[in-house]
């Protein structure tokens, strides 16, 4: 298995509180991912890094932000948590940018906004 | 954007059978990689085969093989001898040509009944 740790497996909050999901590899892929997923949608892509402080936006950015200091942990941060962000959020890594490679995936934090 | 179908929400297979999980998408790329993966209850997204657009070969992976048709935009997955094991959700993925963008499907629900 992809060492991929995500922090914390699951967390409870109310609306309006900051958070702060953590993702941590130990493989020193280059690329990193954070995604959501939400019943009836499958995953869908939050943002993006493709290397140290290199970030991008993905399908569903708005609402987050992510930051990435070190190669071996990428953050996702709720500045102010909503309902609607109540998911569950995985993390994953590729070694390359190359369409046939393959996404390693986290254990997954379940986030409940209440 | 491309977008990704799963037209069925459950499926049921008895032990031992074989049972293929639809997939669809919709794309004006001609050059793309195509991924089922695994959910178990445990979460863990895991990687069960691929396929790449310029080949006509369907990919095959022990129990698991693809019908992959290009023109019609679709990519089943058939397990063989279904076990106890494979009862999970599986997600029919798409991996875009430029790379960062992968798009799910909203997945499958497999019971495999004893």
């Known amino acids: 298995d992809a060492g991929i740790t995500q922090s914390p497996r699951h967390k409870v909050t109310e609306t309006g509180t900051p958070v702060t999901l953590r993702c941590h590899q130990t493989?020193?892929?280059?690329?990193m991912y954070w995604y959501r997923q939400d019943p009836g949608h499958g995953l869908r892509l939050i943002h993006y890094?493709?290397?140290?402080?290199?970030?991008d936006k993905g399908e569903v950015s708005d609402g987050y932000s992510v930051s990435r200091s070190k190669t071996e942990d990428f953050l996702l941060t709720l500045e102010s948590a909503t309902s609607s962000q109540t998911s569950v959020y995985f993390c994953?890594?590729?070694?390359?940018?190359?369409?046939?490679?393959?996404?390693?995936f986290g254990p997954g934090t379940r986030l409940t906004v209440l | 954007a491309q977008t990704v179908t799963q037209s069925q929400p459950e499926m049921s297979v008895q032990e031992a059978e074989t049972v293929t999980l639809s997939c669809t998408y919709d794309?004006?790329?001609?050059?793309?990689?195509l991924f089922w993966y695994k959910q178990p209850p445990s979460r863990q997204m895991i990687l069960v085969i691929r396929?790449?657009?310029?080949?006509?070969q369907n990919a095959t992976e022990n129990r698991f093989s693809v019908n992959f048709q290009k023109a019609a935009k679709s990519f089943s997955l058939k397990i063989s001898d279904s076990q106890l094991g494979d009862a999970a959700m599986y997600f029919c993925?798409?991996?875009?040509?430029?790379?960062?963008?992968?798009?799910f499907g909203a997945g499958t629900r497999l019971t495999v009944k004893p």
């Open positions: 994953a890594i590729s070694e390359r940018l190359a369409r046939d490679n393959e996404q390693f």
């Open positions: 493989e020193n892929h280059r690329y």
């Open positions: 890094s493709y290397g140290v402080k290199d970030t």
């Open positions: 794309t004006s790329e001609s050059d793309y990689y």
């Open positions: 396929q790449e657009a310029y080949k006509q």
């Open positions: 993925a798409y991996r875009s040509e430029n790379n960062n963008d992968m798009r």
